[in-house]
C-alpha cells in the first residue's frame, strides 16, 4: 500500500486558466448517474474539450504537451459549485493521476474533498502563478516539486515559490491523517460524551 | 466580547482537537441522497464499519427521479440502479427513508425543514452542497463529500476547519415585487462568488428579521454560490412558528426545553465578527444572470455590464461568459428570448415560491408564449399535494405551464429534464453554470420565481413588476 504520508510532491505540471471553474465543468453531471467512482478520470472536463475541439483550440487535458502530468495548476475559486466528490475523483483518476493541486484559491468543499482523497491543494499567490503558469507553457517537460514540508513550490532548475497551506491540513498531509475515518473512530468515548451534553441529542431532557 | 451563533454551536459540538490541528465536529443531523452516498456505503462495508447512530441520517431521494412519470422502474437504468443502491443501504443500515411511494419523496432540502428535522442549534451535514439552506433555522449546516459522507456514518463527526464570521447586515423596506431571490442574488453580485471562502454567513438585519421560513431558506441556500461553506440566520419567533408541530419538531414539555436551548445560542449583542457588510433593501431589484456564474448577473431594468466595470483578473472570465451566453456589452437585460422557464429547485421549490405566482396568475388570462417550455417543479411530494389541495396546479395549467411530480428537475442535468442545444433557460434554480442544466452549450438565466413566470409568458426577460402590475 501507498504510504499515506504526502512529504514532497513531484511530476510534470499542466496548466489549466481560468477563474470559477466549477464542479459541473469538472465532472459534468451525467457521469454522476453511477454507484461508483471507476471511469470518471476519462470524463474529466468533457464538455470543455469537446467544445474547444469544435472551435479549433486544445483544452489542456487533450494537449499533448502536457501528457502524463501529476501536478495541476489553476487560477482562482477553483472547484466551485456542487460538493461532488466525483469531481477531484475524475481528476484524481485522469491519466496518470494528478498528484497535487496548486492554485490561487480553491473552493472550500473542493478542498476539503482533496484532502480526503490525498491530493493536497497549494496555494500560490496571482502574480507567481502568472509566472509558474507561463514556465510550464513554455516548458511543459519541467519537473515541479511542491515541497508540503518547506512550503515552497520548485521548478526543479529553476523559480521557487513559497505556498500556502493551512496548518492542520499541513500536519494531516505531513503525518498521513488524511485518510479521516480511523482517526475519528478511536475518538468514540468522546463522541458519546459530547453526545451526552447535546439536549437535542438526548430527547430533550 | 460575546460569540456568535457559529462560535457557540461549532464549541458544543467539537469532539476533539485532532493531532493535525483540525476539529472533530459532532453532526446533529445527516441528510443522504442517492448520488453522493452509494460509494460512502460502499467504503463503509468495505472497513466493516456499521452506522453509529443510524436514528441521526434520514435518506431521499430527489437528483435523479424523474418528474415526468416516477413509476418504477426508472427508463434511466442507471438512475434506476442508483435508487436500487439506496432502497438497499438504507434498509440495511436501518435508515428513516423518506419513499416516494410513500409520498414522502422531495429535495433533500424541502424535505428536511418540512418534516422538522431541521433545528436550531444542530451541525446539519449532506452531501450536497445546498446544505447551506438549513442554516436559515440557525443552524450550522454545510455540503460535504462522499469520503466525509463515510466518515459522518461511520462516526457522526468530520475533521474540520473552523470558519470566520461574516455578518450581513440587510436593513430597510423591499420594494414591491422584490423577493428573497433578489436579495441573495444582489449580495452574491456585490461579495462575488468567492467572497465567502474561508466564511460563514450571517445574515442579519431588519429585512431579514422579517422573511418568512420559506424566504430565509432561499437566502442561505445560496450563501455557497457566494463561496461560503455555510450560511445562516439567527433563530427567532418566526423560526419557532414554522417549526411548532411538525413530525420531528419537539413537542409537549419538551417544546420549552428546546425553546430555551434555541434561544441561548443565537449570537450575542456584542459578538465578534471578522467582518461587518451592510446592504440597503431599497437598492435591490429584480436581479437576472446574464454570465457563466451567480455574481455575473444585473437588475432587470439594467444591460451586460462592459468590459472595462471589472478588474483586470476578472476580465477573462467576462469575455468568456460573454461568448458562452451569446451576449453583447450594453445589451439590455429585458428581451432576451428564452426557450425554457423552470420554476422549482432547493431554491425557490417551497410553497410560497409558487404561491408568489399563483398570486398574479389566478384569474388572470396570462399565456405561456407558445415558443417557451415551461416546468412547475415542486419540492416535495408534500409541497405538491398542499399545491393540489388548493387548486394551484389548476392555475398553472390554465396558463400553460407544465405541473410535474416532485425532484431536483432542471436544476441539475441528471433526470430527464434537461435543456437542448442552444437553449436559454429562465430559471428559479441556484447555478448558471456551463451545461449546468443539461446541455453542454445551454444557457441559464437566473432569477426569482415571479420573474420567470413573466419570461415564461412574455417570451424574454421582461420585468415581472410591470407586466403583473405590480406596485
Same mark, same amino acid.
Given at each position: 500500500?501507498?504510504?499515506?504520508?504526502?512529504?514532497?510532491?513531484?511530476?510534470?505540471?499542466?496548466?489549466?486558466?481560468?477563474?470559477?471553474?466549477?464542479?459541473?465543468?469538472?465532472?459534468?453531471?451525467?457521469?454522476?448517474?453511477?454507484?461508483?467512482?471507476?471511469?470518471?478520470?476519462?470524463?474529466?472536463?468533457?464538455?470543455?474539450?469537446?467544445?474547444?475541439?469544435?472551435?479549433?483550440?486544445?483544452?489542456?487535458?487533450?494537449?499533448?504537451?502536457?501528457?502524463?502530468?501529476?501536478?495541476?495548476?489553476?487560477?482562482?475559486?477553483?472547484?466551485?459549485?456542487?460538493?461532488?466528490?466525483?469531481?477531484?475523483?475524475?481528476?484524481?483518476?485522469?491519466?496518470?493521476?494528478?498528484?497535487?493541486?496548486?492554485?490561487?484559491?480553491?473552493?472550500?468543499?473542493?478542498?476539503?474533498?482533496?484532502?480526503?482523497?490525498?491530493?493536497?491543494?497549494?496555494?500560490?499567490?496571482?502574480?507567481?502563478?502568472?509566472?509558474?503558469?507561463?514556465?510550464?507553457?513554455?516548458?511543459?517537460?519541467?519537473?515541479?516539486?511542491?515541497?508540503?514540508?518547506?512550503?515552497?513550490?520548485?521548478?526543479?532548475?529553476?523559480?521557487?515559490?513559497?505556498?500556502?497551506?493551512?496548518?492542520?491540513?499541513?500536519?494531516?498531509?505531513?503525518?498521513?491523517?488524511?485518510?479521516?475515518?480511523?482517526?475519528?473512530?478511536?475518538?468514540?468515548?468522546?463522541?458519546?460524551?459530547?453526545?451526552?451534553?447535546?439536549?437535542?441529542?438526548?430527547?430533550?431532557? | 466580547?460575546?460569540?456568535?451563533?457559529?462560535?457557540?454551536?461549532?464549541?458544543?459540538?467539537?469532539?476533539?482537537?485532532?493531532?493535525?490541528?483540525?476539529?472533530?465536529?459532532?453532526?446533529?443531523?445527516?441528510?443522504?441522497?442517492?448520488?453522493?452516498?452509494?460509494?460512502?456505503?460502499?467504503?463503509?462495508?468495505?472497513?466493516?464499519?456499521?452506522?453509529?447512530?443510524?436514528?441521526?441520517?434520514?435518506?431521499?431521494?430527489?437528483?435523479?427521479?424523474?418528474?415526468?412519470?416516477?413509476?418504477?422502474?426508472?427508463?434511466?437504468?442507471?438512475?434506476?440502479?442508483?435508487?436500487?443502491?439506496?432502497?438497499?443501504?438504507?434498509?440495511?443500515?436501518?435508515?428513516?427513508?423518506?419513499?416516494?411511494?410513500?409520498?414522502?419523496?422531495?429535495?433533500?432540502?424541502?424535505?428536511?425543514?418540512?418534516?422538522?428535522?431541521?433545528?436550531?442549534?444542530?451541525?446539519?451535514?449532506?452531501?450536497?452542497?445546498?446544505?447551506?439552506?438549513?442554516?436559515?433555522?440557525?443552524?450550522?449546516?454545510?455540503?460535504?463529500?462522499?469520503?466525509?459522507?463515510?466518515?459522518?456514518?461511520?462516526?457522526?463527526?468530520?475533521?474540520?476547519?473552523?470558519?470566520?464570521?461574516?455578518?450581513?447586515?440587510?436593513?430597510?423596506?423591499?420594494?414591491?415585487?422584490?423577493?428573497?431571490?433578489?436579495?441573495?442574488?444582489?449580495?452574491?453580485?456585490?461579495?462575488?462568488?468567492?467572497?465567502?471562502?474561508?466564511?460563514?454567513?450571517?445574515?442579519?438585519?431588519?429585512?431579514?428579521?422579517?422573511?418568512?421560513?420559506?424566504?430565509?431558506?432561499?437566502?442561505?441556500?445560496?450563501?455557497?454560490?457566494?463561496?461560503?461553506?455555510?450560511?445562516?440566520?439567527?433563530?427567532?419567533?418566526?423560526?419557532?412558528?414554522?417549526?411548532?408541530?411538525?413530525?420531528?419538531?419537539?413537542?409537549?414539555?419538551?417544546?420549552?426545553?428546546?425553546?430555551?436551548?434555541?434561544?441561548?445560542?443565537?449570537?450575542?449583542?456584542?459578538?465578534?465578527?471578522?467582518?461587518?457588510?451592510?446592504?440597503?433593501?431599497?437598492?435591490?431589484?429584480?436581479?437576472?444572470?446574464?454570465?457563466?456564474?451567480?455574481?455575473?448577473?444585473?437588475?432587470? @431594468?439594467?444591460?451586460?455590464?462592459? %468590459?472595462?466595470?471589472?478588474? /483586470?483578473?476578472?476580465?477573462?472570465? !467576462?469575455?468568456? &461568459?460573454? =461568448?458562452?451566453?451569446?451576449?453583447?456589452?450594453?445589451?439590455?437585460?429585458?428581451?432576451?428570448?428564452?426557450?425554457?422557464?423552470?420554476?422549482?429547485?432547493?431554491?425557490?421549490?417551497?410553497?410560497?415560491?409558487?404561491?408568489?405566482?399563483?398570486?398574479?396568475?389566478?384569474?388572470?388570462?396570462?399565456?405561456?408564449?407558445?415558443?417557451?417550455?415551461?416546468?412547475?417543479?415542486?419540492?416535495?411530494?408534500?409541497?405538491?399535494?398542499?399545491?393540489?389541495?388548493?387548486?394551484?396546479?389548476?392555475?398553472?395549467?390554465?396558463?400553460?405551464?407544465?405541473?410535474?411530480?416532485?425532484?431536483?428537475?432542471?436544476?441539475?442535468?441528471?433526470?430527464?429534464?434537461?435543456?437542448?442545444?442552444?437553449?436559454?433557460?429562465?430559471?428559479?434554480?441556484?447555478?448558471?453554470?456551463?451545461?449546468?442544466?443539461?446541455?453542454?452549450?445551454?444557457? @441559464?438565466?437566473?432569477?426569482?420565481? %415571479?420573474?420567470?413566470?413573466? /419570461?415564461?409568458?412574455?417570451?424574454? !426577460?421582461?420585468? &415581472?413588476? =410591470?407586466?403583473?402590475?405590480?406596485?
Amino acid at each position: 500500500m501507498q504510504d499515506a504520508k504526502r512529504i514532497t510532491l513531484s511530476g510534470q505540471g499542466i496548466v489549466l486558466r481560468g477563474n470559477d471553474i466549477d464542479t459541473d465543468r469538472i465532472i459534468p453531471a451525467r457521469y454522476l448517474r453511477t454507484v461508483v467512482f471507476d471511469g470518471l478520470g476519462k470524463h474529466a472536463f468533457e464538455d470543455d474539450r469537446v467544445q474547444l475541439k469544435q472551435s479549433g483550440q486544445v483544452h489542456a487535458f487533450d494537449d499533448p504537451k502536457f501528457a502524463g502530468a501529476e501536478i495541476l495548476l489553476v487560477n482562482r475559486n477553483f472547484g466551485c459549485g456542487s460538493s461532488r466528490e466525483h469531481a477531484p475523483q475524475a481528476i484524481k483518476r485522469w491519466g496518470n493521476g494528478i498528484k497535487a493541486i496548486v492554485g490561487e484559491s480553491f473552493a472550500e468543499i473542493f478542498f476539503g474533498n482533496c484532502v480526503s482523497l490525498g491530493i493536497p491543494c497549494a496555494v500560490l499567490d496571482a502574480a507567481s502563478m502568472e509566472r509558474l503558469m507561463a514556465t510550464i507553457e513554455s516548458e511543459p517537460k519541467s519537473k515541479i516539486t511542491v515541497d508540503i514540508q518547506s512550503k515552497k513550490l520548485e521548478v526543479v532548475g529553476g523559480s521557487s515559490f513559497p505556498i500556502v497551506m493551512g496548518d492542520g491540513v499541513r500536519q494531516q498531509f505531513l503525518e498521513g491523517r488524511w485518510d479521516t475515518t480511523a482517526e475519528l473512530l478511536a475518538n468514540k468515548e468522546a463522541i458519546l460524551a459530547t453526545a451526552k451534553k447535546l439536549p437535542y441529542f438526548n430527547s430533550w431532557s | 466580547m460575546g460569540k456568535t451563533l457559529y462560535d457557540k454551536v461549532f464549541e458544543a459540538h467539537t469532539v476533539a482537537r485532532l493531532p493535525s490541528g483540525q476539529y472533530q465536529l459532532l453532526m446533529g443531523l445527516h441528510l443522504i441522497h442517492e448520488v453522493t452516498s452509494p460509494q460512502a456505503f460502499s467504503m463503509l462495508e468495505e472497513l466493516g464499519l456499521s452506522v453509529l447512530f443510524p436514528e441521526r441520517t434520514f435518506a431521499t431521494v430527489d437528483h435523479i427521479i424523474p418528474t415526468a412519470s416516477q413509476l418504477r422502474p426508472f427508463r434511466d437504468t442507471l438512475a434506476e440502479q442508483m435508487l436500487v443502491a439506496l432502497e438497499g443501504n438504507v434498509s440495511r443500515h436501518k435508515i428513516r427513508y423518506f419513499a416516494p411511494e410513500r409520498g414522502e419523496q422531495g429535495i433533500v432540502h424541502v424535505i428536511g425543514p418540512e418534516n422538522g428535522l431541521t433545528q436550531p442549534g444542530m451541525t446539519i451535514c449532506c452531501g450536497d452542497s445546498h446544505t447551506a439552506t438549513h442554516g436559515a433555522f440557525g443552524a450550522i449546516a454545510f455540503g460535504i463529500g462522499t469520503s466525509q459522507v463515510r466518515d459522518v456514518l461511520a462516526t457522526q463527526t468530520l475533521s474540520m476547519g473552523r470558519l470566520k464570521v461574516r455578518r450581513i447586515e440587510i436593513n430597510g423596506q423591499l420594494r414591491a415585487g422584490i423577493t428573497a431571490k433578489d436579495v441573495t442574488l444582489y449580495v452574491i453580485n456585490r461579495l462575488g462568488v468567492n467572497g465567502g471562502v474561508g466564511y460563514a454567513y450571517e445574515y442579519a438585519g431588519d429585512t431579514i428579521e422579517r422573511m418568512s421560513m420559506d424566504e430565509r431558506m432561499t437566502i442561505c441556500n445560496m450563501a455557497i454560490e457566494g463561496g461560503a461553506r455555510c450560511g445562516y440566520i439567527n433563530p427567532d419567533q418566526t423560526t419557532y412558528d414554522y417549526l411548532k408541530g411538525r413530525t420531528y419538531a419537539p413537542a409537549n414539555d419538551k417544546w420549552d426545553r428546546a425553546v430555551e436551548y434555541w434561544n441561548s445560542v443565537r449570537s450575542d449583542a456584542d459578538a465578534a465578527y471578522a467582518d461587518i457588510v451592510k446592504f440597503r433593501a431599497e437598492d435591490i431589484e429584480p436581479m437576472v444572470t446574464w454570465g457563466i456564474t451567480p455574481g455575473q448577473s444585473a437588475p432587470v @431594468t439594467g444591460q451586460v455590464p462592459a %468590459i472595462a466595470d471589472f478588474k /483586470a483578473d476578472e476580465q477573462e472570465s !467576462v469575455k468568456e &461568459a460573454y =461568448q458562452y451566453m451569446a451576449v453583447n456589452p450594453g445589451a439590455p437585460i429585458a428581451g432576451q428570448k428564452i426557450n425554457v422557464a423552470f420554476i422549482g429547485s432547493c431554491t425557490n421549490g417551497r410553497l410560497s415560491d409558487f404561491e408568489s405566482v399563483v398570486r398574479v396568475l389566478k384569474d388572470k388570462s396570462y399565456k405561456v408564449a407558445p415558443h417557451v417550455q415551461a416546468l412547475v417543479v415542486p419540492g416535495s411530494m408534500k409541497v405538491k399535494n398542499e399545491m393540489l389541495s388548493r387548486g394551484w396546479d389548476k392555475v398553472f395549467t390554465a396558463a400553460g405551464f407544465e405541473f410535474r411530480e416532485a425532484g431536483c428537475s432542471m436544476c441539475l442535468a441528471m433526470n430527464p429534464d434537461k435543456l437542448t442545444g442552444n437553449q436559454v433557460s429562465a430559471s428559479s434554480s441556484n447555478r448558471n453554470f456551463k451545461g449546468r442544466q443539461g446541455s453542454p452549450t445551454g444557457r @441559464t438565466l437566473l432569477m426569482s420565481p %415571479i420573474m420567470v413566470a413573466a /419570461a415564461a409568458i412574455a417570451g424574454e !426577460v421582461t420585468d &415581472a413588476r =410591470q407586466l403583473f402590475g405590480i406596485v
